[in-house]
């Protein structure tokens, strides 16, 4: 690179994660040939429209790579129709609002510290400004089960437009069932934000809303589904022609989609970020890509039941997907900041996040997040999660201990280079 700058900042960061070991639950190591795409030559071209209906010249591959794209989406999630066009997880759930809702109008969403998502209606964001925000939450901290009851009742109470199942710091399964039958009896779209299990869906090990008559599925493509930062938003129903208005009815939810996404909140598609989402999907349709998702929930399980074993206490209890919740204030008497920085300076990468009921802020909130996806892209196994977890309860035991941690920082060092990246391979 002839910028010496930004060529020593990349060398870097694969240093860094080459040495350490990723433990951020939504983050993932892409495949060389999703790398690849991410740097071709897709990236110079405007292709404003939808493949066959562009507003561009030149279009012949981005048509053929957006519809492959679009194809492999359908099949792996059984979806009537996908939009790979959006660019990233918030935009994608404003587009679904926006495609259904008018100003004023009623969603319900899960509470923010009970593992609701930013776009679940935290007040500040925009769509919270716009849209009335209604919040359903867990009802047993002990085992993460939602209150269903008081998600039925303020469904009949509030008649909200759209239910949204979905999370991204939640341990449990969802009861899609129950979703499905409080939204039918009001009339909602369902909606389902999966963007932190969609891997783990397309890779059969949990469950598919759509299985349990959801309308839409918004997600992110770079978590458990291993692809590039970006998202899509799937949904069932008739497609038509992006290009001409349709009518506000369920059934046209894939066409009010594309027509909200562009051009109503976005230009020119990514395409060099298609392509790889292209080449993500096949990934994820592939034999081993399923061995891979039933070694990232082998792999939460056994790291949470050493965890626990430890002494830590888990938010739930424990977890039914990829991640888990420590709840670092009632184990070490201090707060999830002070968690991740130490757990940092070791080489083990997590997120400070609040848990349910937090009574501390969301900077410095009582918990961490952690989980498998990235760790088990890796290499690493189920035998090795009785070592991460002794890594981070001797870390957090000794905080305050230069010395333990610099022990501790040589051994994970020594340890993570056992287990190249993919791109290093
Ligand atoms: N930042 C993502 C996560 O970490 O879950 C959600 O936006």
């Known amino acids: 690179m002839k910028d010496k700058q930004v060529e020593k900042l990349i060398a870097a960061e694969a240093k860094r994660q080459r040495e350490g070991l990723e433990l951020i639950p939504s983050e993932n190591y892409v495949s060389a040939e999703v790398m690849a795409a991410m740097g071709s030559v897709f990236t110079n071209k405007y292709s404003e429209g939808f ?13 053929a790579v957006e519809q492959l794209a679009i194809d492999r989406a359908k099949n792996l999630f059984r979806a009537d129709h996908a939009n790979v ?12 609002y926006h495609a259904w809702m008018e100003p004023g109008d009623t969603i319900m969403g899960m509470e923010l ?38 998600m039925h009742e303020l469904a009949l109470k509030t008649r909200p437009k759209i239910i949204l199942a979905g999370f991204s710091s939640y341990p449990r399964e969802l009861n899609y069932a129950k979703f499905a039958e409080i939204g039918n009896e009001v009339n909602a779209v369902l909606m389902a934000d999966m963007s932190h299990i969609a891997g783990l869906i397309a890779g059969g090990v949990l469950a598919n809303p759509f299985d349990y008559g959801f309308h839409v599925i918004t997600t992110t493509t770079h978590k458990t589904l291993r692809g590039p930062r970006g998202a899509m938003i799937l949904s069932q129903g008739k497609v038509s022609n992006p290009l001409k208005a349709v009518d506000k009815t369920k059934e046209n939810l894939p066409t009010l989609i594309d027509r909200t996404v562009f051009p109503g909140l976005q230009g020119g598609p990514h395409m060099h970020i298609i392509a790889a989402k292209a080449v993500a999907f096949y990934e994820a349709s592939q034999p081993e890509f399923k061995s891979y998702c039933l070694d990232v929930l082998t792999n939460a399980k056994a790291l949470s039941e050493a965890l626990m074993k430890k002494g830590i206490k888990l938010v739930t209890n424990g977890t039914d997907n990829h991640m888990m919740l420590a709840d670092i204030k009632t184990s070490f008497g201090f707060d999830g900041d002070v968690a991740e920085k130490t757990l940092d300076r070791i080489g083990l990468t997590l997120n400070k996040n609040v848990i349910p009921n937090d009574p501390l802020p969301p900077y410095k909130p009582s918990g961490v997040r952690l989980g498998t996806p990235a760790i088990t892209t890796r290499g690493l196994k189920e035998e090795h999660m009785e070592q991460l977890a002794d890594w981070i309860h001797l870390a957090l035991s000794h905080h305050n201990d230069e010395t333990a941690l610099d022990k501790i920082a040589t051994e994970v060092k020594g340890f993570a280079s056992g287990f190249p990246l993919p791109n290093d391979t």
Not at 131 to 137: E, T
């Open 51 to 63: 493949p066959g209906k562009r507003y561009y010249g030149g279009q012949i591959n981005t048509d």
């Open 85 to 96: 066009q959006s660019h990233s997880g918030a935009p994608a759930n404003e587009a679904v």
């Open 113 to 150: 510290s009970h593992g609701g998502h930013l776009t679940h209606g935290r007040p500040g964001t925009i769509s919270a400004k716009l849209f009335n925000f209604v919040r359903y939450g867990i009802k047993d901290i002990e085992t993460g089960e939602l209150d269903y009851d008081r």
